[in-house]
């Protein structure tokens, strides 16, 4: 058991394991709405945008999470706002957006001392000083984002599934979309350090389409997209330690191997399953498939 | 299903943008009818439903609901969108798609209770989607798939329906069974508006229809407006009319290109 004990010897990597472990979980969660709503660059841009928030904080002296909370939170408001007026289409919006914020993050970190360091372990992520406050930020907004998930599940379903039935039953679409972004905005704020800037939106997209390939229902799939972005957390970080890998990086790789598992061996959604059915529906039900694609695709 | 207000339009018109789609509709639809919307392609069939639930992303005049604005009673009205318009992918199974009808009743944060989930029950029931409540959506065959909305907007208990497109894509066992549950809820004092391509079947079933091409064409029983010069004014070259014996099959043709003359 040497091999599970030994990268806990000191606190410090206590520490990173609990905000693998959270992370990963938050993710999860959050990266059910991600895939639902296709929200995936949204989550890249966001994490983008964090960048200069990062730089400035550090720059004036406050903490790095406020400055990462603060950028984050423009960010996705700012998208939500341009994504709303309609002038131009959304995707080029937030290409826009996050760009010219990740590039102001770029140069201002240019002006402060051991830049290129600086700069490296925001990208990739760096476990190595996580502090105890930085834990105990991190399982405030997890549990807080999960509480926040859990009670306002039904108006977020409903929004994310059905927008006009919610609008024509009177729900405030816009603010329900406002605070999923600002939940998702929080999340990659408290993931940067784990796995870095680049990669924070593969934990919030991988693990959950894992999920969404073993399971069909919403509920299943988040708290399996949960379990799975915290596994793969532990499993990355006892890898990238043996390894002396990069953690972010390992992280991710154990999250693309999972979903690569997944989309072979899913007994409903994978390759092999797939290729499995289609010869029993060949065999046993052509005619009804015939007819159901017919009327699928109405001459209107 | 309660008996429906009386719903008027009042000079509404609505549209995208720049763009205006309906114009000055002015319409009073009493408490147990069927109305059918027809009309071609783009002539806003789709858009005189959403603006009357006032969805349109602009819309002015009003609508009322025995006199008062919609917007304060938002809960008489169920809507059924358009297949093209769902995501048939999405994680969840029919009974949960039909649940969502209800969360208007059990309110905010709150989770479903032993009326909401028996109100399920009894709409899938109705519908004959008991034996697949469990499968997901996509699933399911074009006229299931069409069934659990409407068991949806049943669960929601409000008294006026609108409903866009319902027989696209169904098979005609479900259209039988469709076109009987409407006819029960119009009996029992509900009010329908569905938008159709279908002029036959729209015309056997509705009690009212709707000409629509950017603005309301006419109204009327259909033993008075199913007639060549409306048809004609509503669909202009797009109508094809094969008359075969003495009965007028009609064919509203927006893909085929069908440039039959219309009958004078």
């Known amino acids: ?300 | 299903m309660n008996q429906a207000p009386e719903l008027a339009l009042r000079q509404v018109s609505a549209g995208y943008g720049d763009e205006v789609m309906l114009e000055a509709v002015d319409l009073t639809i009493p408490p147990g009818t069927i109305v059918g919307i027809i009309g071609p392609n783009g002539a806003g069939k789709s858009t005189l439903l959403k603006a009357i639930l006032r969805l349109t992303p602009w819309s002015n005049g009003s609508v009322l609901l025995d006199g008062q604005a919609v917007e304060h009673h938002r809960d008489r009205l169920a809507y059924v969108p358009q297949r093209e318009a769902v995501d048939w992918t999405f994680p969840i199974t029919a009974a949960e798609t039909v649940m969502m009808g209800r969360y208007r009743h059990i309110g905010w944060v709150r989770r479903p209770g032993e009326a909401d989930r028996r109100a399920v029950a009894e709409a899938l029931t109705r519908l004959r989607l008991e034996e697949i409540a469990g499968e997901q959506i996509g699933e399911l065959s074009g006229g299931q798939q069409q069934r659990v909305f409407l068991a949806r907007a049943l669960v929601q208990e409000a008294s006026i329906l609108l409903l866009d497109e319902p027989m696209t894509g169904v098979d005609q066992a479900t259209e039988e069974l469709v076109v009987g549950l409407l006819r029960e809820l119009r009996d029992a004092g509900a009010t329908i508006l569905q938008s159709t391509h279908d002029l036959e079947s729209a015309a056997a079933i509705s009690d009212q229809l709707c000409f629509v091409n950017g603005r309301v064409i006419a109204f009327g029983p259909p033993s008075e407006t199913f007639t060549p010069p409306i048809l004609h004014a509503t669909f202009g070259g797009e109508l094809l009319i094969v008359r075969a014996g003495d009965h007028a099959h009609t064919h509203a043709g927006g893909h085929h290109g069908s440039t039959a003359p219309p009958p004078s």
């Not at chain 1, 000191?10 to 709503?37: E, K, N, P, S």
């Not at chain 1, 999923?180 to 993931?191: D, E, K, P, Q, R």
């Not at chain 1, 593969?202 to 073993?214: C, E, G, H, Q, Y």
Request: net charge negative.
């Open chain 1, 1 to 300: 058991m040497d091999w599970l004990t030994e990268p806990l010897r000191d606190v410090g990597a206590v520490r990173a394991l609990m905000a693998v472990v959270v992370m990963g979980a938050t993710c999860g969660a959050i990266g059910a709405y991600v895939i639902v709503r296709r929200l995936a660059f949204i989550g890249d841009a966001v994490s983008h945008g964090v960048l200069p928030g990062v730089v400035i904080a550090s720059l004036i002296g406050t903490s790095i999470l406020i400055g990462a909370a603060a950028a984050g939170l423009v960010t996705a408001i700012g998208i939500a706002v341009v994504a709303r007026s309609g002038r131009i289409r959304e995707d080029a919006a937030i290409g826009v957006l996050f760009t010219g914020a990740f590039a102001l993050g770029v140069v201002l970190i240019g002006t402060g001392a051991d830049a290129d360091e600086q700069l490296e372990s925001l990208l990739v992520g760096e476990l190595h000083d996580v502090t105890a406050a930085n834990v105990v930020l991190g399982v405030i907004t997890s549990v807080s984002a999960l509480a926040i998930l859990a009670l306002l599940h039904k108006e977020l379903l409903l929004t994310s599934f059905d927008r006009t039935l919610a609008a024509a039953q009177g729900y405030p679409v816009f603010a329900l979309d406002a605070l999923l972004l600002v939940l998702l905005a929080m999340t990659i704020v408290i993931s940067i350090q784990a796995v870095g800037i680049i990669l924070v939106v593969a934990m919030l997209v991988t693990p959950s389409a894992t999920a969404r390939l073993l399971v069909d229902r919403f509920v299943p799939m988040l708290i399996l997209g949960s379990v799975i972005g915290a596994l793969v957390g532990v499993i990355g970080f006892y890898l990238a330690f043996h390894l002396e890998a990069a953690s972010g990086g390992t992280i991710v790789l154990v999250a693309t191997a999972v979903f690569g598992l997944a989309f072979v061996l899913s007994p409903t959604h994978g390759v092999l399953a797939h290729r499995r059915l289609r010869h029993a529906r060949h065999d046993v039900v052509a005619p009804a498939v015939d007819r159901r694609a017919g009327h699928e695709h109405p001459v209107e």
